[in-house]
């Protein structure tokens, strides 16, 4: 049973690129977060999605960024027109149930805007 | 919103030394988790506390939940170096919410 897989695990985009990223939940998974953190920094809740709807978006910001999880198919973290500020890791995690119960975090993508 | 409060925010013991890590909510808890994540690497869940007053053990951890489901602890007894890492408690209050992450108790072990 593969874990969550988050790819790519590396993203170098320059200045007003767009970043895509990509995360497949665990099987059976039906719930997804994805979080933000910053170098010695905590993890910032961004999106809670189920499949084909954002159930808590409060994280996101109201610009540039949105997130998709599809009936089909990965969920996918969109950034458009990268800035500087954006470089961060951005992590999923998946559980079986809401509440977050038991979530397991993929690898992270580690996003460079340059 | 909530708040999660986690307290120390650093902490540098010597190995074999005991460690201790806590958690804060602003709001009554449906249940707390924790996570370690190794410096590069990915958070990864250690314990649910559901009840209240509920203590869990894993070895040389102790997980802890307050009486009023408002805080928890987290114990280590005589640190190693496998232990280094940032340890997160995150906060669930219930229902469709999201979980809230406290910001993370950073551990470092001196050999």
């Known amino acids: 049973n593969a874990g969550v897989m988050q790819n790519p695990r590396h993203l170098v985009r320059r200045r007003g690129q767009e970043a895509r990223l990509r995360c497949s939940p665990m099987k059976g998974h039906s719930h997804v977060y994805w979080y933000r953190q910053l170098p010695e920094e905590g993890l910032k809740f961004m999106v809670y999605l189920q499949k084909e709807n954002i159930i808590d978006e409060s994280g996101m910001p109201k610009e540039r960024f949105s997130a998709e999880f599809p009936k089909e198919g990965p969920s996918i973290l969109r950034i458009q027109q990268v800035v500087r500020g954006d470089s961060a890791a951005y992590f999923c995690?998946?559980?079986?149930?809401?509440?977050?119960?038991?979530?397991?975090f993929g690898q992270g993508t580690r996003l460079t805007v340059v | 919103g909530q708040q999660v409060m986690q307290i120390p925010q650093y902490q540098h013991v010597q190995e074999g030394e005991d460690f201790t890590t806590y958690c804060n909510s602003s709001t009554t808890l449906s249940n707390i988790q924790w996570y370690k994540q190794r410096p590069g690497g990915h958070p990864v869940f250690l314990i649910q506390?559901?009840?209240?007053?509920e203590v869990k053990k894993q070895k040389r951890l102790t997980f802890q939940f307050g009486e009023a489901k408002k805080n928890s602890s987290l114990h280590i007894t005589a640190t190693q170096t496998t232990d280094v890492g940032t340890y997160f408690c995150a906060a669930y209050s219930g229902g469709y919410q999201k979980v809230t992450f406290g910001t993370g108790t950073k551990l470092q072990v001196i050999p």
């Open positions: 995690a998946s559980s079986l149930e809401a509440g977050h119960t038991e979530a397991f």
């Open positions: 506390l559901v009840k209240s007053g």
